[in-house]
């Protein structure tokens, strides 16, 4: 039997919520339904600051990563063709080891340890508004010879497993815009529509919009997309999907469970990140669902398979917080208590004894190369993020943070008072011809107008911090001296790209 639901305190929260969005503002909709239906829909704000019109549980918005589980529907539905223990490479045989010996499972499952393309892009100084082809981008991935990680060791978020195996698919005749129209949108009666790129007409679609210090601007991305975060449709439309995905029958019988099941890393260690979905934690009890966030867009959606019910969070703006929408919502509807932000760990900028991992607290705010999370309490003077795909458990001991990140155990020290040495300066090149200066202190990046001038922060043992600016997006950059005249630039997402200074 069910369990005892609130439906007026789930609504209370979301009306909440809705609310913040001003009706002169971009904004969102955010829906609770169970099985039999939908139950509210709240929004606010608008879909166009050009048109005033009001945004809907109708509006057509970008998926993002919600577009991964149901891709992943997509590779279970063509097991005859791809398996999920397959290796890369019997599939793309363009790539090199170590890509191509990653298996299409944890390529899917951030397992592989495949660096995120767009992440590479952004390291080898190209803007996310630079477009980008499918064919290139392969042949880019192609040159590759480093992973970020040794395949099943650790969980770090990527997109492009996804990229790969959706290539795969298409060199097989399967195109995931067809799979989509054909065993989902016509069959439930919804509009859902995959685009290549960004520029791509989509039927209603809202424009996406982040703030700038001189007010909202009009996203834009050149990536080309990929399955990895493709789909646009509305709050309505996911609801749709997901109720039928709810329900277990028909062509969706067992598909749900297929894909929220845990993973094995290669220690035998359950990964609560399964097939584009991801486990999380209210109480003694946990509910899945993902996100998805692309310029200007945020997404989120959050089940309780048990009860049948959920809750999807759409939006045309950057700023939205789907993942903590959903989960007070879920948290109300239940009667469940919210997890509570630990405080505990000392602020502070934190780093390895080797090696480009490095941590920063602030409160309850932790970011490790980059990735942000929220950590709360786990008990016995220990901090999680509570988070399967940004995976961390933390604790203080002997003036160091120790414990897990991505599932691989991390110690990290202060990081003292250390000089930016004048032996790092000079000319850097990548082997894809992409060219940084050092010089006084600083990264030089880019030429003419978009010449970036980035301060770095020495952490000592030949590793350095600069902050990039790219559109909407902050990231925090760490050079890692790996010899004399060998660096790599590392974020969360990619960890890899490496560059050899020039001769002087």
Not at 7 to 14: G, L
Not at 57 to 63: H, I, L, W
Not at 65 to 92: P, R
């Amino acid at each position: 039997m069910p369990n005892d639901l609130h439906w007026s305190a789930a609504e209370a929260v979301a009306k909440r919520f809705a609310s913040q969005w001003a009706g002169n503002e971009p904004g969102g909709s955010i829906i609770g339904f169970d099985h039999t239906g939908i139950r509210f829909a709240h929004a606010g704000g608008v879909e166009s600051l050009a048109t005033r019109a009001p945004f809907t549980e109708r509006s057509v918005v970008r998926y993002a990563s919600v577009t991964k589980h149901i891709f992943c529907t997509m590779v279970l539905a063509n097991s005859d063709l791809i398996a999920l223990g397959d290796v890369l490479g019997q599939h793309m045989c363009d790539l090199r080891a170590p890509l191509a010996d990653v298996t299409v499972g944890q390529a899917l499952d951030m397992s592989g340890g495949l660096p995120d393309v767009r992440e590479c892009l952004s390291l080898l100084g190209l803007s996310v508004y630079t477009e980008t082809k499918a064919a290139p981008l392969l042949d880019y991935l192609s040159r590759l010879r480093r992973l970020n990680f040794t395949p099943g060791s650790e969980v770090s978020y990527s997109n492009t497993g996804y990229r790969l195996v959706e290539a795969a698919l298409e060199r097989k005749g399967r195109r995931f815009d067809d799979f989509v129209q054909d065993n989902i949108a016509a069959p439930l009666g919804i509009f859902l529509k995959a685009p290549d790129v960004w520029n791509d007409p989509v039927d209603g679609l809202a424009p996406g919009y982040w703030k700038s210090d001189s007010g909202w601007q009009l996203s834009a991305a050149g990536l080309h997309i990929s399955a990895s975060g493709s789909l646009a449709g509305s709050g309505d439309a996911l609801v749709r999907w997901l109720q039928a995905l709810m329900d277990d029958e028909g062509a969706f019988a067992g598909v749900l469970e297929k894909l929220s099941a845990e993973r094995s890393l290669g220690n035998g260690r359950q990964s609560e990140y399964g097939l584009g979905l991801r486990w999380s934690h209210l109480g003694e009890r946990r509910f899945v669902g993902h996100g998805g966030s692309h310029p200007g867009y945020k997404t989120y959606f959050l089940l309780d398979p048990d009860n049948r019910t959920g809750f999807v969070v759409v939006s045309n703006r950057e700023d939205t917080n789907g993942f903590k929408i959903a989960l007070e919502s879920m948290a109300a509807l239940a009667s469940l208590p919210l997890p509570k932000p630990v405080t505990g760990l000392p602020d502070g900028l934190y780093v390895t004894e080797a090696g480009p991992w490095w941590l920063e607290i602030k409160g309850s705010t932790c970011t490790f190369i980059d990735a942000e999370d929220t950590l709360y309490d786990d008990g016995e003077g220990w901090a999680s993020s509570r988070s399967a795909s940004s995976p961390m458990r933390l604790r203080w001991d002997d003036n160091a943070v120790i414990g897990e990140a991505g599932h691989a155990k991390r110690r990290f020290l202060p990081v003292g008072r250390h000089e930016v040495p004048e032996t790092i300066s000079g000319r850097w090149r990548s082997d894809e011809g992409a060219e940084f200066e050092i010089e006084n202190g600083n990264l030089v990046m880019g030429i003419g107008p978009v010449r970036n001038v980035m301060p770095l922060k020495a952490l000592g043992n030949g590793r350095f911090l600069f902050t990039l600016h790219d559109g909407p997006w902050t990231k925090r950059v760490c050079l890692n001296m790996l010899d004399n005249d060998r660096a790599e630039l590392v974020t969360s997402r990619a960890r890899m790209i490496e560059y050899r200074r020039s001769a002087r």
